[in-house]
């Protein structure tokens, strides 16, 4: 987009955008916080449930468009033995998603190559085409951040239709960048007007630079045999926590769930650090042990998958070493990593 | 100051003896990274990491979950930190024959409690004294006495509500279950070398994170802790999504205590209901 376009809107944009979304019959999804005190995104229906000032959502948006478990196809078979196949899919309605932070809707570019790599996954694709990503743009990082050690920015405004600057405390200034936008900007009406001519983006928020993800690889591509993944995987658990709160990890299993006449196929998430991951039917497990899942997940991030898709695997959200039971700090791991 | 404030500098000394002394070839303890809010593990096999070690009150894990784990084992005698909730856990490895007492050296701390403010089960801690340890660290902490009805408040909040609550309760605590295992993996006591969860031939659990999938697999868990569970709430820590697992434990280990008399990992000795047949059992239910 050559010229970029700009709107600016009140304080209280977040609330308006929900009732003016709502009041159209649109779907939307903003920041909520749960009774345990975790804020994420949850479809509202009205604008009392939003809250508009926290440091990110507990989990990214991955689960929107590749859900924890979705059903493929589904068979129930007739008495007379005709099969009635499934799900019948309905029209994809309007979704917008509201207050996503940048990192999250960078990991999107991610998703989207592997689903629309050699094959364009349909019900992934669905969900993406049917929604709107209205993200926020970050005015202080936490300390677990490290967007831009990984190519991104607190402002940064990849996969993002709109990115929204300011807001909760001060008037918010809107960034267009594609026609799914524009749209959005149509609905809030006059709650928003275009920016007087020559209004300039914010200061981009700094955020430090914690290590270069070309070392990084430069490491990896001598040494998949290494002491360091015995070393550093010693704490680790085998647990699912950093897969699934991580925007970027997409692997999945296929299971059938079936009784008598009638079955479904589901697609459920699945981790590389669970044991089974790779387990054959023979009882080979070429990851053996945990170094080697340790291993597995690192160098899938930062270099098989840029070495594939051009960049790595990661936005720098932090959730893995926020969430980790054991405090196993990937930051620190790759600070090190580049040391050598 | 707080409550574990002083325990460092001895915990240090006590584990570069046994590592200098080659008593071990690697003792599991606690260390600090500036980026967690909590102690995280740390394995240390020489005499000159221990000023890696610390105590606080962040130190919440129990490391007794690393002892059966042959990563471990390949390193010699395991030294391992354990404050007395942690040290129930190893009584019951060392009691289902998981671990020998010889192949571990236990490095007690007397724990005054952990977390800011401290976690519920440190109020009602009954081993803040870690007996049968080979070296004990910290000063002598008076045990306050616990009444019966204290240890299982958590159980006794939700069993206050009516049936119709309950499963409403539980079905929304259980539909957030994202099926990561964390609580699985972290548990000292779930060691199986394949879970049932894990076992396709045929497929005994659902692995969908769908409600049906996530009472059998919370079910299976539940039951298969069920008179070994030591209460260290490690699961409940670590859950993503704050299912209050420790309630559904606590509620198992009210059952077995009401029935059998029984609490778990104050002993390695101890003869658990589950691998003990007696006739004067009460043939309630399944428990």
Known sequence: MGEQKLYQASANWLKSAVDALCAAG??????????????????????????????????????LFLPMSEVLLEYEKGEEGDVELGPKSAPAKELVILGCRPCDAAALEMLDKVFQWDYSDVPYQEKRDRTTVVSLACSEPSPECFCTSVGGSPQGSEQSDVLVFG???????????????????????????????????????????????QK????????????????????????????????????????DEASWNRGQRRRNWDCCSFALFTLHASGHN?????????????????????????????????????????????????ADIESR | MSANGTITQTLREAAAQVLSEEKVGVVIGYGRDDGQEFSTPVFLRKA???????FDDLCFGNLAVYLPRPEIRKMGKTGIVVKGCDLRAVNVLLRENVIKR????????????????????????????????????????????????????????IEAKPAEHRWEFWQKQLSKCIRCYACRQVCPLCYCKRCIIEKSTPQWVQTSPHLRGNLAWNVTRALHLTGRCVGCGECERVCPMDIPLGAINQKMAKVVDERFGFRSGFSAQEEAPFTTFSTEDSEEGIL
């Open chain 1, 26 to 63: 649109i779907e939307v999804l903003a920041p909520t916080q749960s009774e345990s005190g975790k804020v994420d995104l949850a479809r509202v229906t009205s604008s009392e449930q939003v809250i508009q000032s926290y440091p990110n959502t507990a989990f990214p948006l991955k689960r």
């Open chain 2, 48 to 54: 000159e990491e221990v000023k890696r070690l610390v």
């Open chain 1, 286 to 334: 070429p990851r053996p042990d945990q170094a080697a899942r340790y291993r597995q997940r690192l160098m899938h991030k930062f270099k098989v998958f840029p070495e594939r898709f051009g960049r790595v695997a990661c936005v720098g959200c932090g959730r893995c070493l926020k969430n980790c039971a054991v405090g196993q700090n990937l930051l620190a791991d790759l």
């Open chain 2, 102 to 157: 010889e192949d571990v050296l236990l490095i007690g701390v007397r724990c005054g409690g952990v977390g800011q403010p401290q976690l519920p089960k440190c109020s009602v801690c009954e081993l803040h004294d870690p007996g049968g340890c080979d070296v004990v660290v910290g000063e002598a902490i008076e045990q306050q006495e616990v009444k019966a009805e204290q240890r299982y408040t958590e159980a006794g909040k």
């Open chain 1, 216 to 255: 990084v690889k430069g490491w990896l591509d001598e040494n998949f045999e290494s002491n360091f993944w015995v070393e550093n995987s010693l704490g680790c658990l085998g647990c699912g926590t950093c897969s699934y709160l991580c925007p970027t990890c997409h692997c999945f299993d296929i299971v």
């Open chain 1, 167 to 213: 807001g909760a405390n001060s008037a918010a200034l809107m960034q267009i960048n594609t026609a799914k936008g524009e749209k959005f900007i149509e609905r809030l009406a006059d709650t928003v007007t275009p920016a007087p001519e020559g209004t300039k983006l914010p200061e981009p928020t700094e955020l430090e630079q914690k290590f270069d993800p």
